[in-house]
């Protein structure tokens, strides 16, 4: 009798775990394409209007307790980056702002990342890219940086703090080595050097200081090697607002240029000089938008 009444529980136990199988692996990749509730606050670099970085601070204030933590590590004099950009978010009107540089030793400690708990905003400085990366990719910190973005926060940055945000990220470097005043003078295979930036944006490569230092070159090798990442080119005092329906709103003074190469038939000779044909441009101003979905401005 105490057999008969075991069977049909395990029978029920072995059907309710192939219903939570099948549950789960069906709805799996519905939850991997949940968008971050948060948004990318990207700035070209050059001067930054008053009125780009109210913007910001408005932002950090709808999400968590509405500080802003600035991370100037990119910087070559990050404590007086840090206190500087502190001084203006307060001024701004930010509830609270601080800073903290950290190096690669400090952001693998997992109470550090506890610093950045609830924060409204996160801001990088400009400076050298690579240098965040070399502190804090894969760490704790980077982590904690990608955990607020999902909860609602903004993330932001300038120059360096811009670039950073992809997932395949701009070095600044390039493999030929040119004369002074000579860099980037073509587009060709393999000459520029990237790394892994930080992933916030995995469709497109994020170029700064664009038209202003004449980038045109290196964003166009780039995307002929990835066709299937937009070239996005900011110019100094413009940023563009990602928004969590991946479109984004270009603000400031200059202008956002976009390259698209999906389309196009690309060839690289044995001299890696590359043809493009059929490349995408659009040049984008103050208040205009674009889907990073479905490739084109609203």
Excluded: C
Excluded at 238 to 252: M, Q
Excluded at 260 to 282: N, P, Q, W, Y
């Amino acid at each position: 009798m105490q057999q008969s009444k075991k069977l049909p529980t395990i029978k029920s136990l072995i059907g309710l775990i192939l219903i939570l199988v099948v549950f789960f692996s069906s709805s799996w990749p519905v939850l991997a394409q949940v968008r971050p509730r948060g948004y990318l606050f990207i700035i070209g670099g050059g001067v930054r209007p008053e009125s780009m970085m109210k913007r910001f601070v408005e932002l950090a204030t709808k999400s968590g307790s509405g500080r802003i933590v600035v991370l100037p590590m990119a910087s070559a004099t990050p404590d007086e980056t840090g206190r500087h950009l502190v001084e203006e978010f307060l001024q701004l009107g930010a509830k609270e702002a601080v800073y903290y540089n950290f190096n690669r030793r400090e952001a693998e400690k997992y109470p550090n990342a506890r610093l950045l708990a609830e924060s409204g905003g996160i801001f990088f400085s400009g400076g050298v890219q690579s240098r965040i990366t070399e502190a804090i990719l894969d760490t704790p910190i980077h982590n904690m940086i990608k955990e607020l973005y999902q909860k609602g926060a903004v993330i932001g940055g300038t120059s360096a703090g811009a670039a950073v945000m992809s997932e395949l990220m701009i070095t600044g470097d390039e493999a030929r080595k040119p004369e002074e005043g000579h860099e980037f003078e073509t587009i060709e295979s393999g000459n520029i050097i990237v790394s892994r930036g930080l992933g916030l944006i995995n469709s497109a490569v994020i170029d700064q200081h664009f038209a202003t230092r004449k980038r045109h070159n290196r964003l166009i090798s780039i995307i002929a090697g990835h066709p299937e990442l937009l070239g996005i080119g900011i110019d100094e005092s413009t940023a563009i607002i990602v928004y969590p329906d991946e479109t984004f709103e270009v603000i400031g003074s200059k202008n956002v240029i976009v390259y698209d190469a999906k389309k196009s038939k690309i060839e690289v000779r044995r001299d890696k000089a590359i043809s493009i044909r059929g490349l995408t441009m659009h040049v984008l101003l103050e208040g205009e938008r674009f889907d990073l979905k479905k490739r084109r401005p609203l």
